[in-house]
T-cell receptor, first 110, second 115 residues
Framework: KQEVTQIPAALSVPEGENLVLNCSFTDSAIYNLQWFRQDPGKGLTSLLLIQSSQREQTSGRLNASLDKSSGRSTLYIAASQPGDSATYLCAVGSNYQLIWGAGTKLIIKP | GAGVSQSPSNKVTEKGKDVELRCDPI?????LYWYRQSLGQGLEFLIYFQGNSAPDKSGLPSDRFSAERTGGSVSTLTIQRTQQEDSAVYLC?????????????FGEGSRLTVL
């Protein structure tokens, strides 16, 4: 059974720092992995989608990597800004389902 | 519309009442999902529609929950005889591709409070 874990559950860093969020999964047989952000009281916004054949995807200050063999993905945020404060979730496409992590709550301090 | 639209955005109801939540997906998207997110919790899968195929109802928590998708577009999630533990944000997502292979686009959710 696929399980997805996100560590840490919460993270607070000063503005301007580069940071890494982690997502791990137990079964390497995946279709893809997606990173989302969720602002308080809002729905989810898709950030990056990495297909199983890909190693990484980049969008602006965000870079997501995927290592299936080790069951890990990282979301790298460069030059963090207060507007990056949100909860970040990863979801793994596996066994015809999407399996979700519980999220990392990120706070960027001005 | 440009994005996934959900209504109502907020619903307060009394225990025992029925509620209907609506989702209008992005035009042309064949896949539609309903999720539930309780306070401080992750997303809980409820139901998945793909085209004209029979929906995957494996996530519905009880027979008080049902959903339909008319004409392959708008979907309605119905909760009968609501209980306090039904209080949560109900999120709808659509995708242009079937199954887990496609990118998901979420609505802003319907926040349900059962008193």
């Amino acid at each position: 059974k696929q399980e997805v874990t996100q560590i840490p559950a919460a993270l607070s860093v000063p503005e301007g720092e580069n940071l890494v969020l982690n997502c791990s999964f137990t079964d390497s047989a995946i279709y893809n992995l997606q990173w989302f952000r969720q602002d308080p009281g809002k729905g989810l916004t898709s950030l990056l989608l990495i297909q199983s054949s890909q190693r990484e995807q980049t969008s602006g200050r965000l870079n997501a990597s995927l290592d299936k063999s080790s069951g890990r993905s990282t979301l790298y945020i460069a030059a963090s800004q207060p507007g990056d404060s949100a909860t970040y979730l990863c979801a793994v496409g596996s066994n015809y389902q999407l399996i979700w992590g519980a999220g990392t709550k990120l706070i960027i301090k001005p | 519309g440009a994005g996934v639209s959900q209504s109502p955005s907020n619903k307060v109801t009394e225990k025992g009442k029925d509620v209907e939540l609506r989702c209008d997906p992005i035009s042309g998207h064949t896949a539609l999902y309903w999720y539930r997110q309780s306070l401080g919790q992750g997303l809980e899968f409820l139901i998945y529609f793909q085209g004209n195929s029979a929906p995957d109802k494996s996530g519905l928590p009880s027979d008080r929950f049902s959903a339909e998708r008319t004409g392959g577009s708008v979907s309605t999630l119905t909760i009968q005889r609501t209980q306090q533990e039904d209080s949560a944000v109900y999120l709808c997502a659509s995708s242009p591709s079937p199954g887990p292979s496609g990118e998901l686009f979420f609505g802003e959710g319907s926040r349900l409070t059962v008193l």
